[in-house]
């Protein structure tokens, strides 16, 4: 399987480091006063200090510097927490007034070691506008950090061994706790980070720059971000691009095994179509299937290798693993025509080859990742609003392998760990939809296994000025899909230029499917 091209980075749970160039200091000019307000009955207000870069940065001009925000803007002595910001510049001198502000997925993902490869997606933006990218609070090379390395450690324990999926969650519930119980210990406010308050810290962060209003971008939880702070300062807002909606209405537990099974049956339903892919690789559903059982009673080891530590380690991989590495798969778009060469290496018991490339990308993504801060957000956001029986209503029609063990995997570790991780739910407002005039462009993958299309359209019924556009054969994330991402970069730079009119989607005919034969 050939090496995934870096901007594929961008479209995972946690984006990987390792596409990183060589390290860069730059300093910028003072934009804000660094004096410290004094006491008073209102909280801290938030201010900008310019100053050196702290991560790797890519050739060009990049300003950097670090936002203070008040941990919890409803205590008027709330502590100060860091937020480290980069500032990509224009090659235009004259820049237009209103940039792009970058809005990572996770929640909780790391942002500004993705700085090496934001210019490339967004290039033609960066013809007229500046780019904004900083580390969300809790998250990368923001202070304090919620990263887990407990749960980290655990993991790499766990990689090799054969564990079932209750051992498995078990074992990160109680990792998690562990970090929960330092965090708290070093007097972090659990209860102040939420959506809400990253959507603060954005207006603040606009505020602080100087800027009057900018355009956002959002993918996968970005978008929820972005549609927050549409909501809460729709004042500082011009245009917003939606790639990957994640709107707030929707039960992301209750649907994940509904919308993982849609996107597997139309990637095996699109091979099975392509004459040359059926050709190839006939019945490659049943060859999945009965690779899965398989490796049920055999499963195969390999030596993987941790990508910022160089160090190995062996990974069992079962019939329940590779499922999951099936719906992982479906993420890469630049990837979905490799996968059928993928899956017929290993049934045909030709070694695992492919598979090990790709779990050599995608196996150690916690790494990149603040699983405090996602934990914080999807426990008080997400799981306070579902139920087992919701999950049971909504996924009550799926395959029972694949039902069962995505939700083994994903649903019942959340509602396990948000029981032990104590998060008060969210106000009702979190789980409204999102009403709003302010230009939206809507982009999503139509094989996208976790953000389906539908939840753009859902997105889009309360976005009065909206634009709605279906990628096909796209994954997640579809700004960074690859050779099919020139397409969406091309329309999101002519609906920046322009947000009262919709972008010329012609060039999305020319999107098709292919698959490669090893």
């Known amino acids: 399987m050939k090496s995934m091209p870096k901007w594929l980075c961008l479209v995972l749970i946690a984006l990987i480091a390792a596409c990183q160039s060589a390290p860069t200091t730059l300093m910028s000019p003072t934009t804000a006063s660094s004096s410290t307000p004094a006491p008073s009955s209102a909280p801290t207000p938030a201010r900008f200090e310019a100053g050196p870069c702290q991560f790797s940065v890519p050739a060009g001009k990049i300003d950097c510097g670090v936002l203070f925000v008040p941990e919890d803007r409803s205590e008027p002595n709330s502590p100060l927490i860091q937020l480290p ?18 809005l990572n997925g996770g929640p909780g993902a790391y942002s500004l070691d993705n700085l090496s490869f934001l210019p490339v997606l967004f290039k033609e933006v960066l013809a007229n506008r500046d780019l904004i990218v900083f580390d969300q609070r809790g998250a990368g090379y923001a202070s304090p950090s919620l990263n887990c390395p407990e749960a980290d450690d655990q993991f790499y324990q766990d990689l090799g061994q054969n564990l079932t999926q209750e051992e498995a969650q078990q074992h990160r519930v109680q990792a998690m706790h562990t970090c929960r119980e ?32 900018w355009n956002l971008y959002g993918v996968s939880y970005g978008t929820r971000l ?25 039960d992301a537990e209750a649907e994940l095994a509904g919308n993982a099974e849609r996107a597997i049956n139309l990637f095996f339903e699109r091979c099975a179509a392509d004459t040359k892919c059926n050709a190839a690789y006939p019945n490659l559903k049943d060859a999945f299937y009965e690779t899965v059982a398989r490796l049920d009673t055999t499963p195969l080891t390999m030596t993987l290798t941790r990508r910022n530590t160089g160090q190995s380690y062996e990974a069992v991989v079962n ?14 778009t630049d990837g979905l025509p490799y996968v059928p060469a993928l899956i017929d290496e290993l049934h045909a018991e030709r070694g695992a080859y492919m598979l ?25 956001e997400e799981v306070s609003f579902t139920s087992p029986q919701a999950i049971a209503t909504a996924s009550a029609t799926v395959s029972p392998r694949l039902r069962d063990t995505l939700q083994r995997r994903f649903v019942s570790p959340d509602l396990a760990l948000c029981a032990e991780w104590g998060t008060k739910p969210a106000a009702a407002l979190e789980n409204q939809p999102v009403v709003s005039d302010i230009p939206t462009l809507i982009l999503a993958g139509d094989n996208d296994p976790i953000t389906p299309p539908a939840w753009g359209k859902l997105a889009a019924q309360t976005l009065g000025h909206s634009h709605f556009f279906e990628f096909p054969w796209v994954g997640h994330g579809v700004l960074g899909a690859g050779v099919w991402g020139s397409c969406s970069q091309s329309m999101m730079s002519a609906f920046i230029a322009d947000p009262n009119s919709a972008p010329d989607s012609a060039c999305l005919s020319k999107l098709k499917p292919f698959f490669v034969k090893r």
Not at 85 to 102: E, F, G, M, Q, T
């Open 226 to 250: 972005a549609l927050t702070v549409m909501r809460d300062f729709p004042d500082g807002v011009r245009s917003a691009i939606l790639d990957s909606a994640y709107p707030p209405q929707v």
């Open 182 to 213: 330092r965090l708290i210990k070093q007097g972090i406010n659990l209860a102040a980070y939420t959506s809400a308050a990253n959507a603060a810290d954005v207006d603040d962060l606009r505020s602080a720059l100087g800027y009057a209003k």
């Open 356 to 380: 090990r490339d790709f779990l050599n990308q995608t196996a150690f993504l916690d790494d990149y990742i603040s699983e405090g801060m996602n934990a914080a957000i999807r426990c008080g």
């Open 85 to 102: 910001v980069a500032v990509i510049r224009s090659s235009n001198p004259k820049p237009a007034l209103d940039p792009v502000v970058y």
């Open 319 to 332: 019939g329940k693993r590779l499922i999951v590495d099936l719906f992982l798969m479906l993420y890469f």
